[in-house]
Protein backbone atom coordinates (compact mmCIF):
# COMPACT_ATOMS: atom_id res chain seq x y z
CA UNK A 1 0.00 0.00 0.00
CA UNK A 2 1.73 3.09 -1.34
CA UNK A 3 -0.47 5.33 1.05
CA UNK A 4 -1.96 7.27 -2.35
CA UNK A 5 -5.83 6.26 -2.65
CA UNK A 6 -7.50 7.16 -5.85
CA UNK A 7 -11.39 6.93 -6.46
CA UNK A 8 -13.23 5.68 -8.32
CA UNK A 9 -10.90 2.01 -9.24
CA UNK A 10 -13.28 1.89 -12.01
CA UNK A 11 -15.98 3.77 -14.50
CA UNK A 12 -18.01 3.69 -17.25
CA UNK A 13 -18.69 6.44 -19.61
CA UNK A 14 -20.24 7.23 -22.76
CA UNK A 15 -18.67 9.81 -25.39
CA UNK A 16 -19.12 13.47 -24.96
CA UNK A 17 -19.85 12.68 -20.70
CA UNK A 18 -17.48 14.21 -18.44
CA UNK A 19 -15.89 12.26 -15.00
CA UNK A 20 -14.28 13.54 -12.19
CA UNK A 21 -11.60 11.49 -10.69
CA UNK A 22 -10.31 12.06 -7.15
CA UNK A 23 -6.40 11.59 -5.29
CA UNK A 24 -5.40 12.16 -1.74
CA UNK A 25 -1.68 11.71 -1.65
CA UNK A 26 0.32 10.48 1.40
CA UNK A 27 0.10 11.82 4.49
CA UNK A 28 2.68 14.94 4.51
CA UNK A 29 3.49 14.31 0.73
CA UNK A 30 2.85 18.35 -0.65
CA UNK A 31 3.51 16.95 -4.23
CA UNK A 32 0.62 15.86 -6.62
CA UNK A 33 0.97 14.51 -10.05
CA UNK A 34 -1.31 12.78 -12.64
CA UNK A 35 -0.10 10.77 -15.35
CA UNK A 36 -2.12 8.87 -18.32
CA UNK A 37 -1.60 5.28 -19.60
CA UNK A 38 -3.34 3.87 -22.31
CA UNK A 39 -2.66 0.32 -23.53
CA UNK A 40 0.49 -0.25 -24.74
CA UNK A 41 1.71 3.10 -23.96
CA UNK A 42 4.15 5.00 -21.43
CA UNK A 43 2.88 6.63 -18.65
CA UNK A 44 2.19 10.12 -20.11
CA UNK A 45 2.95 13.71 -17.61
CA UNK A 46 -0.41 15.64 -17.59
CA UNK A 47 0.09 17.97 -14.39
CA UNK A 48 1.68 18.70 -11.52
CA UNK A 49 0.74 20.41 -8.59
CA UNK A 50 2.53 21.85 -5.14
CA UNK A 51 0.78 22.87 -2.50
CA UNK A 52 -2.30 24.05 -4.10
CA UNK A 53 -0.32 25.54 -6.79
CA UNK A 54 0.06 24.14 -10.32
CA UNK A 55 3.65 23.13 -10.76
CA UNK A 56 4.03 22.19 -14.08
CA UNK A 57 2.00 21.06 -17.26
CA UNK A 58 2.60 18.02 -19.37
CA UNK A 59 0.46 16.63 -22.29
CA UNK A 60 -2.93 17.71 -20.68
CA UNK A 61 -6.09 18.21 -22.85
CA UNK A 62 -7.67 21.34 -23.06
CA UNK A 63 -10.82 19.03 -22.17
CA UNK A 64 -8.68 18.14 -19.02
CA UNK A 65 -8.46 19.95 -15.98
CA UNK A 66 -7.11 19.38 -12.19
CA UNK A 67 -7.24 21.36 -9.08
CA UNK A 68 -5.58 20.97 -5.67
CA UNK A 69 -7.20 21.49 -2.73
CA UNK A 70 -6.15 23.25 0.77
CA UNK A 71 -6.09 19.74 2.07
CA UNK A 72 -3.68 18.50 -0.71
CA UNK A 73 -6.58 16.14 -2.48
CA UNK A 74 -6.81 16.48 -6.28
CA UNK A 75 -8.89 15.88 -8.61
CA UNK A 76 -8.98 15.31 -12.40
CA UNK A 77 -11.56 16.46 -14.50
CA UNK A 78 -12.17 15.07 -18.11
CA UNK A 79 -15.09 16.19 -20.68
CA UNK A 80 -16.60 16.06 -23.75
CA UNK A 81 -14.84 12.77 -23.05
CA UNK A 82 -13.59 11.02 -26.63
CA UNK A 83 -13.48 6.96 -26.68
CA UNK A 84 -9.50 7.44 -27.23
CA UNK A 85 -9.65 9.00 -23.37
CA UNK A 86 -10.16 5.36 -22.28
CA UNK A 87 -7.15 4.36 -20.37
CA UNK A 88 -5.59 4.05 -16.83
CA UNK A 89 -4.99 7.38 -14.75
CA UNK A 90 -2.61 7.50 -11.79
CA UNK A 91 -2.11 9.96 -9.15
CA UNK A 92 1.53 9.92 -7.48
CA UNK A 93 2.67 12.08 -4.71
CA UNK A 94 6.31 12.87 -3.37
CA UNK A 95 7.99 14.49 -1.10
CA UNK A 96 9.85 17.35 -2.40
CA UNK A 97 13.65 17.44 -1.47
CA UNK A 98 13.46 14.27 0.14
CA UNK A 99 16.33 11.77 -0.49
CA UNK A 100 15.60 10.56 -3.19
CA UNK A 101 12.11 12.18 -4.16
CA UNK A 102 10.62 9.44 -5.67
CA UNK A 103 7.12 9.33 -6.63
CA UNK A 104 4.23 7.00 -4.92
CA UNK A 105 1.70 5.55 -6.85
CA UNK A 106 -2.30 5.20 -6.62
CA UNK A 107 -3.61 2.00 -7.82
CA UNK A 108 -5.64 3.85 -10.96
CA UNK A 109 -8.53 4.85 -11.57
CA UNK A 110 -9.13 2.90 -15.19
CA UNK A 111 -11.85 4.85 -17.58
CA UNK A 112 -13.65 3.48 -20.03
CA UNK A 113 -15.76 5.54 -22.70
CA UNK A 114 -18.06 3.76 -24.89
CA UNK B 1 12.43 18.61 -23.63
CA UNK B 2 12.79 15.27 -22.37
CA UNK B 3 13.53 11.50 -24.77
CA UNK B 4 13.87 8.54 -22.60
CA UNK B 5 14.51 5.23 -24.59
CA UNK B 6 14.34 1.63 -23.85
CA UNK B 7 13.80 -1.38 -25.56
CA UNK B 8 9.92 -2.85 -26.29
CA UNK B 9 10.35 -6.19 -24.52
CA UNK B 10 12.85 -8.74 -23.22
CA UNK B 11 12.80 -12.18 -22.49
CA UNK B 12 15.39 -13.65 -20.06
CA UNK B 13 15.53 -17.29 -18.44
CA UNK B 14 14.52 -18.17 -14.69
CA UNK B 15 17.88 -17.59 -12.72
CA UNK B 16 19.76 -15.55 -15.46
CA UNK B 17 20.94 -12.27 -15.28
CA UNK B 18 19.38 -9.50 -17.31
CA UNK B 19 20.39 -6.26 -17.97
CA UNK B 20 17.52 -3.27 -19.74
CA UNK B 21 19.27 -0.25 -20.98
CA UNK B 22 17.86 3.35 -21.08
CA UNK B 23 18.59 6.31 -23.29
CA UNK B 24 17.73 9.79 -22.44
CA UNK B 25 17.96 13.34 -23.11
CA UNK B 26 16.62 15.84 -20.50
CA UNK B 27 16.95 19.78 -19.66
CA UNK B 28 17.91 19.68 -16.57
CA UNK B 29 18.53 16.57 -14.63
CA UNK B 30 17.80 15.53 -11.21
CA UNK B 31 17.55 12.03 -10.81
CA UNK B 32 16.88 8.85 -12.95
CA UNK B 33 14.95 5.92 -11.57
CA UNK B 34 13.46 2.46 -12.45
CA UNK B 35 10.08 1.99 -11.82
CA UNK B 36 8.08 -2.06 -11.82
CA UNK B 37 4.98 -2.40 -13.48
CA UNK B 38 2.30 -5.07 -13.44
CA UNK B 39 0.02 -5.56 -16.02
CA UNK B 40 -3.06 -3.17 -15.19
CA UNK B 41 -1.51 -2.79 -11.49
CA UNK B 42 0.33 0.88 -9.94
CA UNK B 43 4.34 1.34 -10.87
CA UNK B 44 6.49 0.22 -7.72
CA UNK B 45 9.70 1.94 -6.95
CA UNK B 46 12.64 -0.22 -7.47
CA UNK B 47 15.91 2.23 -7.30
CA UNK B 48 17.32 5.48 -7.61
CA UNK B 49 20.16 7.54 -9.45
CA UNK B 50 21.75 11.13 -9.21
CA UNK B 51 25.41 10.24 -9.01
CA UNK B 52 27.50 8.50 -11.67
CA UNK B 53 27.58 5.20 -10.92
CA UNK B 54 26.36 1.30 -9.63
CA UNK B 55 23.50 1.08 -7.27
CA UNK B 56 22.68 -2.18 -5.58
CA UNK B 57 19.59 -3.29 -3.62
CA UNK B 58 19.52 -7.25 -3.69
CA UNK B 59 18.98 -8.53 -6.62
CA UNK B 60 18.57 -5.25 -8.66
CA UNK B 61 20.98 -3.11 -9.62
CA UNK B 62 21.25 0.48 -11.42
CA UNK B 63 24.00 2.07 -13.07
CA UNK B 64 24.34 5.96 -14.02
CA UNK B 65 26.12 7.73 -16.48
CA UNK B 66 25.21 11.39 -16.39
CA UNK B 67 27.84 12.09 -19.32
CA UNK B 68 26.61 9.46 -21.72
CA UNK B 69 22.88 9.97 -20.41
CA UNK B 70 22.61 6.15 -20.03
CA UNK B 71 20.95 3.87 -17.33
CA UNK B 72 20.76 0.33 -17.14
CA UNK B 73 18.65 -1.97 -14.48
CA UNK B 74 20.24 -5.31 -13.53
CA UNK B 75 18.13 -8.00 -12.67
CA UNK B 76 20.00 -10.98 -10.92
CA UNK B 77 18.94 -14.32 -9.83
CA UNK B 78 15.29 -14.63 -12.10
CA UNK B 79 12.45 -15.32 -10.86
CA UNK B 80 9.29 -15.84 -12.55
CA UNK B 81 7.94 -13.09 -10.76
CA UNK B 82 10.12 -10.51 -12.08
CA UNK B 83 7.97 -10.97 -15.11
CA UNK B 84 6.74 -7.25 -15.76
CA UNK B 85 7.18 -4.00 -17.48
CA UNK B 86 10.34 -1.62 -16.20
CA UNK B 87 10.10 1.48 -16.41
CA UNK B 88 12.95 4.16 -16.74
CA UNK B 89 12.27 7.73 -15.57
CA UNK B 90 14.26 10.99 -15.71
CA UNK B 91 12.94 13.87 -12.62
CA UNK B 92 14.15 17.54 -13.87
CA UNK B 93 15.11 20.32 -12.01
CA UNK B 94 11.50 21.18 -11.51
CA UNK B 95 10.93 17.52 -9.90
CA UNK B 96 8.72 16.79 -12.92
CA UNK B 97 9.02 13.05 -13.59
CA UNK B 98 9.11 11.82 -17.31
CA UNK B 99 8.97 7.93 -18.34
CA UNK B 100 10.23 5.91 -20.92
CA UNK B 101 7.43 3.78 -23.05
CA UNK B 102 8.90 0.91 -20.60
CA UNK B 103 10.59 -2.68 -21.09
CA UNK B 104 8.17 -5.79 -20.75
CA UNK B 105 10.33 -8.92 -19.59
CA UNK B 106 9.33 -12.10 -19.73
CA UNK B 107 10.59 -14.80 -17.77
CA UNK B 108 10.69 -18.37 -19.30
CA UNK B 109 11.23 -21.12 -17.10
Known sequence: ?114 | GQNIDQPTEMTATEGAIVQINCTYQTSGFNGLFWYQQHAGEAPTFLSYNVLDGLEEKGRFSSFLSRSKGYSYLLLKELQMKDSASYLCAVANTGNQFYFGTGTSLTVIP
Open chain 1, 1 to 114: DSGVTQTPKHLITATGQRVTLRCSPRSGDLSVYWYQQSLDQGLQFLIQYYNGEERAKGNILERFSAQQFPDLHSELNLSSLELGDSALYFCASSVVGSDTGELFFGEGSRLTVL
